[in-house]
């Protein structure tokens, strides 16, 4: 089947705007809840570079990392980098570019994706801690029907539409692009919003910094 290629940046991009309105609302309610000064732009540049680590995994999966694939990731930049937070965490060290990226052989490139969880794993944990006690607070406390877990499936579906529609740019997607994304969604952001539904970092109805039982 062909797919337009703008097209597929339009859906992409519904599914990114949809996300980014989830975590915004999210972050809202989490400031209400705790009345802190929690700033929603550093849940947004987190969210941009766990879904760049996502899009980078489907992009490699098959062994090539091609300009189109690079140009579609760096459309979802606009509040956080992946590559320049890795320069900047390993104090310039790294340097690396999509295009430096791309030339790497396979082998090296499947290494770089098998260590972006350790990397990423402070940011992913400050990313999911807010949104998990929403996401737990809006079942327990709010006046809207949901389950522990709703905000965690909404903000998995944007993240693999996207990775699925990055696995048409190129190609008529694999099984293997698609496995990828959503091992990756898993290891960076659902391990541990999971983790802190099951009460194993949040206990049931406690809420950082906040008196609400």
Known sequence: MEYDRQE?????????????????????????ITGSNYDAELTLAQFDMILQGVLLSVACADGVFDPIEQDFIRQFAMHGDLLEYIRSDSNGEVGITWDIIAALPEDVCSTLISVLPQVLDDQCESFVY????VDFSYSQFGGIMTTPG???????????????LLSLVDSDGTEDELSAAVSMIY???????????????LGPGQYPNSSIQ
């Not at 807010?130 to 006690?133: G, T, Y």
């Not at 709703?150 to 990775?163: C, G, N, R, V």
């Not at 290891?187 to 970092?201: I, S, T, Y």
């Open 8 to 32: 597929i940046l339009d859906k992409a991009a519904e599914a990114y705007d949809h996300a980014e309105m989830t975590i915004k609302a999210m972050d809202g309610v989490f400031q209400n």
């Open 130 to 133: 807010p949104l998990a006690a």
């Open 150 to 164: 709703d905000f965690l499936k909404s903000i998995e579906t944007d993240m693999i539409k996207i990775a699925g």
């Open 187 to 201: 290891e960076l952001e659902g391990k541990h919003w999971r983790d802190l539904l099951q009460g194993k970092a």
